[in-house]
């Protein structure tokens, strides 16, 4: 019960954390390329995962070169369904969409356990997705972001696992939370499916 308690209150102040760094984001507008990698090409034998949304199909091209242990986790869960219908619970405008907390508070996350850090050098450019995490480098579990804008200041302190190769549009699109809130959604936009194809 004790080691429960202690993963929740580590997740809480990981959202906390992650929330106040992307409000630091937000707010730096000089980050802010709407424009930069629309779309990036599938590395050669990549895994490829289909996110449904509300407004249309985005397909993401997943790095286990860069993260194998996270690309893993990603696939065995979007297989199971263990994503439909979860809610983007927060979302800043310029800087990213989160997901994967069936909580839908960003204090959640999947029965397994959390993951090892597989940081690596690769950049944190639009469309690219990285993994939620705790203040604790070794604590993502299921929840993930998918960033809209150049994000320099997560590179190397958070791990990136895949990269969208169409469909960033309906990403541009979904629900946007208060910035004043740390991205909270009140009404946020769902997951349709998420799965994986190897």
Do not use: C
């Amino acid at each position: 019960m004790a080691a429960h308690s202690q993963k929740s209150t580590n997740r809480v102040v990981g959202a906390l954390v992650f929330a106040f760094v992307a409000l630091f984001a937000a707010m730096t507008a000089w980050s802010f390329l709407p424009g930069s990698q629309a779309n990036a090409e599938a590395p050669e034998g990549a895994p490829i995962a289909t996110l449904e949304l509300e407004d249309g199909t985005v397909t993401i091209a997943l790095r286990p070169d860069l993260a194998p242990e996270h690309v893993a986790r990603i696939t065995e869960l979007a297989n199971s369904g263990f994503y439909d219908g979860l809610k983007f619970h927060r979302v800043i405008e310029g800087f990213m969409a989160q997901t994967g907390d069936p909580l839908g508070n960003g204090t959640g996350g999947s029965d397994l356990p959390d993951l090892d850090a597989e940081f690596s050098d690769a950049p944190f450019v639009r469309g690219t997705l990285g993994m939620a995490r705790t203040m604790d480098p070794n604590s993502a579990n299921s929840q993930f972001f998918i960033v809209t804008a150049d994000a320099p200041h997560l590179n190397g302190q958070y791990t990136l696992f895949g990269e969208v190769i169409d469909g960033m549009e309906y990403i541009d699109q979904i629900e946007k939370g208060d910035a004043r809130a740390n991205g909270m959604v009140e009404d946020p936009d769902t997951i349709v499916s998420l799965r994986v194809s190897e």
